[in-house]
T-cell receptor, first 114, second 116 residues
Framework: DTGVSQNPRHKITKRGQNVTFRCDPISEHNRLYWYRQTLGQGPEFLTY????????KSRLLSDRFSAERPKGSFSTLEIQRTEQGDSAMYLC????????????FGPGTRLTVL | AQKITQTQPGMFVQEKEAVTLDCTYD???????LFWYKQPSSGEMIFLIYQGSYDQQNATEGRYSLNFQKARKSANLVISASQLGDSAMYFCAMREGGGSNYKLTFGKGTLLTVNP
């Protein structure tokens, strides 16, 4: 499968715990995005990488959130001290340099914070 | 103000009929792109069609076409000959020009149900 993959697909955690999600992009895609989707809403932008550089972070990304993309390949999104409001689907999307090119989305990680 | 507005929370269509899903957008940037994605119950976002702000003709991709009315700032998705497999959430999204971040801003989506 050469699409975007995300792990785990589902994560249930208790409030206050730390969680980490992983995204593996399509190999030639240098752009990588994280989005968050809550119930009944469209995805909302969280952060963006071009290769290994994190170039933009949304105001939605509080200081409890951190994302990395070492070596410009896979990316991780960590949430520290999770809160119930963090419960959502976390989507990773990747793309190439063309402005008109679509983003390819992974299947998402559904986080439930109890 | 909402950048992308999808006013139809839910739509129903009979199999084999056409359906139009509405999308209006708000931007002051002359350079922008409009995208439609489909999200089945499995959760994965599937790209359907793209329209650039400078494109002269409406985009078409198979059974999908985009009714782009620039002056009205609308980019409605038309699905012809609906199939049962078209039942899903549909999201309109916009990419605005400038900078290197090609992030997408999404609407709230429309849930399409195709009846047999």
């Amino acid at each position: 499968d050469t699409g975007v993959s995300q792990n785990p697909r589902h994560k249930i955690t208790k409030r206050g715990q730390n969680v980490t999600f992983r995204c593996d992009p399509i190999s030639e895609h240098n752009r990588l995005y994280w989005y968050r989707q809550t119930l009944g809403q469209g995805p909302e932008f969280l952060t963006y990488f071009q290769n290994e550089a994190q170039l933009e972070k949304s105001r939605l990304l509080s200081d409890r959130f951190s994302a990395e993309r070492p070596k410009g390949s896979f990316s991780t999104l960590e949430i520290q001290r999770t809160e119930q409001g963090d419960s959502a689907m976390y989507l990773c999307a990747t793309g190439t340099g063309g402005w008109y090119n679509e983003q390819f989305f992974g299947p998402g990680t559904r986080l439930t914070v109890l | 103000a909402q950048k992308i507005t999808q006013t139809q929370p839910g739509m129903f269509v009979q199999e084999k009929e056409a359906v139009t899903l509405d999308c209006t957008y708000d931007t002051s940037d002359p350079s922008y792109g409009l995208f439609w994605y489909k999200q089945p119950s499995s959760g994965e976002m599937i790209f359907l069609i793209y329209q650039g702000s400078y494109d002269q003709q409406n985009a078409t991709e198979g059974r999908y076409s985009l009714n782009f009315q620039k002056a009205r700032k609308s980019a409605n998705l038309v699905i012809s000959a609906s199939q049962l497999g078209d039942s899903a959430m549909y999201f309109c999204a916009m990419r605005e020009g400038g900078g290197s971040n090609y992030k997408l801003t999404f609407g709230k989506g429309t849930l399409l149900t195709v009846n047999p």
